[in-house]
């Protein structure tokens, strides 16, 4: 699981926190297909304006899709009414749905375009992927946990994101079959940056990272005809990726 704080932490909004709780919780009392839907978009518009944009993100597309993409369907039922906080959440899996923040720091570093292509390496419930599919042409994901990668892919096809392919597996290796990619995003950390996930990338592409064990550095890699640049970007805390 992640650790407690993944970006450095924000308090929440006072009275608007408690608010979204207690909505949440009415709404937790009723099945999710009854819940209002002018509510919950209202509430990830909420959360773009208050957690995102205005701590600097401003990428439309990225910002479009984390309005588009129900956060709520992909953490723990139990931890819905805290959905669209500035928190990192449970999945039903016992994994972690990060922050919406660092979620959006991560992609937009990626400086995707459409059309272009992503492997993701930890797919876990499948918000980030489900993110990266609203603004890229095709995303690739690899989830070691064969469990995981099977009710992710569901809950894609349930929800319309026909252009992510799920593979379970390890993903030190990538997914060589479908290299080269634009841009490779690893939703946990390692000790170091994986040489495999490079050969893989694109020249011109990017690769984001936590690279570290406790202490760790969101980094950004750029390849290039001559090698990679890498770029510190903000220290993060995040779990370490599980490897076969």
Do not use: C
Not at 54 to 79: K, N, S, T, W, Y
Not at 167 to 181: H, K, L, N, T
Not at 215 to 243: H, W
Request: charged residues 25%; hydrophobic residues 45%.
């Amino acid at each position: 699981m992640n650790f407690p704080s993944e970006t450095l932490p924000r308090k929440l909004h006072g009275l608007r926190g408690v608010a979204v709780t207690l909505l949440f919780a009415l709404l937790a009392a009723v099945p999710s297909s009854a819940w209002s839907q002018d509510v919950l978009l209202r509430e990830r518009q909420l959360m773009v304006e208050e957690q995102v944009r205005q701590r600097g993100i401003e990428q439309p597309a990225l910002l479009d899709a984390m309005v588009r993409v129900p956060r709520h369907l992909f953490v723990d039922e139990r931890a819905r009414s805290e959905a669209y906080l500035d928190k990192p959440l449970p999945t039903e899996s016992g994994e972690t749905v990060s922050q919406p923040y660092l979620s959006a720091r991560m992609i937009e570093l990626l400086g995707l375009r459409e059309g272009d292509r992503v492997l993701e390496i930890g797919t876990g419930s499948g918000y980030d992927a489900a993110l990266l599919a609203q603004i890229a042409g095709e995303v690739f994901t690899v989830e070691i946990d064969p469990a995981m990668a099977e009710a992710a892919e569901q809950r894609f096809a349930e929800l319309g994101y026909d252009n992510v392919r799920v593979r379970a597996g390890d993903g030190f290796a990538g997914w060589p079959e479908q290299a080269p990619f634009d841009a490779i995003l690893l939703t946990a950390a390692t000790p170091d940056i994986p040489e495999a996930l490079l050969e893989q990338l694109k020249v011109n592409g990017r690769m984001v990272v936590a690279v570290g064990a406790y202490f760790q550095d969101l980094t950004l890699i750029t390849k290039t005809a001559s090698g990679e640049q890498v770029r510190s970007i903000m220290p993060v805390r995040l779990r370490p990726l599980r490897q076969e």
